[in-house]
């Protein structure tokens, strides 16, 4: 083989190889949100796609809400596998639904593939303050030993049927052995107000819409559902520390359609992990009291695995 047909060969075995990454050029990336605007999800995902913008160009969000996220879950699901469309992964999408639903109209284990996880947010075992000051309930152990010694007197409020804080609560009821009566609420902002106002005992609520009332001191928060303590919330214990493994937080990320070609994926997943770990993106992100969790796509596929086996029982 002569020199110019050697640099030919080459020229177009190189064009080969980065054929996907220059297709994923071709036009804005759309980022599908499986909620409406607004939320945290929507947020950071907003702050992220500003973020990437040098290194992908235009992040265009698009808001598919319903179905408790799996129409949008659904649409990133059957989109062309070309790294021009990917989306969220979230707790509900890719861990709990799969289980609350009969029906599904997409495979959360076989329709995606990870990019990387965005956030974490702890969940927070709160009580009503007054009410904690009154039944001498300061931490978790006065908690359960209140509920082991008054059968059937605690109860705590949840979103709704299936929600996060009523499969937390389950769990908790599952390890610390005790009983309390479940009372779901039409969202979490009821919930919350009906721990407040007394209706119920305690709730495990999420730690950003639960702060603004531990910061006044009309709630009290006795343990984080993290694995580890949160830097949000100094001085509060996890509850892993009384219940080992115990760990159910809130969770998000980047996922794309099954068969992304994987240089895709491993540009997409280098431009989004180098926005999460900018201080401008942690800054931002504390904020809402989210911690950025920036991993490589096979971490974050096997932790969406492994979410799914947690909630399965549960739910």
């Known amino acids: 083989m002569n020199r110019r047909n050697l640099l030919l060969t080459a020229t177009a075995l190189a064009a080969a190889i980065a054929s996907p990454l220059a297709h994923a050029q071709d036009g804005p990336i759309r980022l599908i949100v499986p909620y409406a605007p607004g939320g945290p999800l929507d947020v950071t995902s907003r702050a992220l796609a500003e973020r990437v913008r040098d290194t992908l160009g235009v992040v265009v969000i698009d808001n598919k809400a319903g179905a408790g996220g799996n129409i949008g879950a659904d649409a990133i699901a059957k989109a062309a596998p070309d790294g021009l469309t990917i989306g969220l992964a979230a707790t509900a999408t890719h ?33 009503n303050a007054a009410r904690a000051e009154q039944l001498k309930i300061h931490t978790v152990a006065d908690l359960i030993a209140y509920a082991k010694s008054h059968p059937a007197k605690l109860n705590y409020g949840s979103g709704g049927n299936g929600s996060a804080g009523h499969l937390a609560g389950e769990m908790f009821k599952q390890r610390a052995g005790i009983f309390a009566l479940h009372i779901p609420y039409r969202g979490a902002s009821p919930a919350q107000l009906a721990l407040l106002a007394g209706e119920v005992d305690y709730n495990i609520d999420n730690l950003a819409a639960a702060a603004p009332n531990i910061r006044s001191g009309k709630l009290k928060a006795l343990a984080v559902t993290s694995l580890e303590p949160s830097p949000m919330l100094p001085g509060v214990p996890p509850l892993s ?39 401008e993106t942690k ?33």
């Open 95 to 127: 861990a709990v639904n799969p289980w609350l639903y009969s029906r599904m109209p997409y495979d959360a284990g076989k329709d995606f593939a990870g990019i990387t996880q965005m956030v974490r947010v702890p969940n927070v075992l709160v009580v």
């Open 241 to 279: 520390a009384t219940f080992k493994g115990f760990s159910i937080d809130t969770w998000w990320g980047l996922v794309a359609p099954a068969g992304t070609p994987k240089p895709v994926i491993a540009r997409l997943n280098k431009a989004f992990t180098d926005a999460l770990k900018a201080p």
């Open 283 to 315: 800054t931002r992100f504390t904020a809402l009291l989210a911690e950025p969790v920036p991993t490589t796509p096979e971490q974050f596929d096997a932790f969406m695995a492994s979410e799914r086996a947690k909630y399965r029982d549960v739910v």
